[in-house]
């Protein structure tokens, strides 16, 4: 088993977001109306070439972000607090096709941590995959609800049609919530609230390693081990940060959240968190 980073492009988001900040004004308001912007961060999305099959998590973002009337600029979210940078070759499906992999017969697999547009924009590469969802998340995020909630409903394929998961109380280490992807338990997804309530997470174990793909749990391993969460989440997501610090004292783990500038350091020495 392997585990492959696909690059898709760049976001920017306010500092707001990335890291929340004390005092009494809303969290929102921060986000929306906060000065300061992040610096570019990656969008990354994950292959796990198993023996069962190839598995994509998160898929990414899509150039026609940068296309005229793709993004609702009626949404504040929109219109105030997020830019992107995608181009078309920057696609999780160009540049699988650039590794060897046809994105529309050699993926199993997809599962999505959750449906954030950054997540969930390279979707309509996969048509012919088994796409896997968790339920409550599904349900949040389609239709007008959803796009109120500023994910992008209306733009996921017309094909979609997703296996949609509840995870069981089956603890996995410090997860009380988990499920196997791959029949030999190598590939787990984990309940991993906050981000969003029904976030999950992908761990998948190579050679006594645990490459723990946390989709947005945190934005950086920093703000991780600090135990600091982002601007926008629930207020379970500083009990998530504690679970995946003592999942890494059990285990040694590699922390590959979806927006870490250091990713590519983290993955290519096989730095784990210490
Ligand atoms: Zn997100």
Redesign the pocket.
């Known amino acids: 088993m392997k585990i492959l980073k696909i690059q898709t492009g760049k976001v920017r988001i306010k500092e707001n977001q990335i890291t929340k900040s004390k005092g009494f004004t809303p969290q929102m308001l921060k986000v929306l109306f906060g000065k300061k912007w992040a610096d570019w961060s990656p969008i990354y999305a994950w292959v796990i070439d198993h023996e069962e099959g190839i598995i994509v998590v998160d898929t990414g973002e899509t150039y026609k972000t940068g296309t005229k009337g793709y993004l609702p600029k009626w949404h504040p979210y929109y219109a105030l607090a997020v830019e992107f940078d995608v181009k078309q070759e920057d696609e999780i499906g160009p540049q699988l096709l650039k590794m060897g992999i046809d994105p529309k017969k050699d993926v199993k697999k997809v599962v999505l941590t959750?449906l954030?547009t950054?997540?969930a924009g390279g979707l309509h590469h996969f048509p012919n995959s088994e796409i896997i969802i968790e339920k409550k998340e599904f349900g949040n995020a389609s239709g007008l609800k959803g796009l109120l909630a500023g994910y992008l409903p209306h733009r996921w394929p017309k094909w979609l049609d997703p296996t949609l998961i509840e995870l069981p109380n089956d603890r996995y280490f410090t997860f009380s919530k988990s499920m196997p992807v791959t029949k030999d338990g190598k590939v787990m997804i984990v309940a991993t609230p906050g981000?969003?309530a029904n976030h999950i997470s992908v761990i998948a174990e190579v050679d006594g390693l645990y490459y723990f793909l946390a989709?947005?749990t945190s934005y950086t391993q920093e703000n991780l081990l600090n135990g600091i969460p982002d601007g926008i989440g629930t207020k379970e997501s500083v009990d998530t940060l504690k679970d995946i610090v003592l999942f890494s004292k059990l285990n040694p783990t590699i922390y590959l959240p979806?927006h870490d500038p250091l990713v590519p350091n983290r993955i290519d020495n096989k730095e784990t968190i210490s």
């Open positions: 959750h954030h950054d997540h981000h969003v989709g947005d979806s």
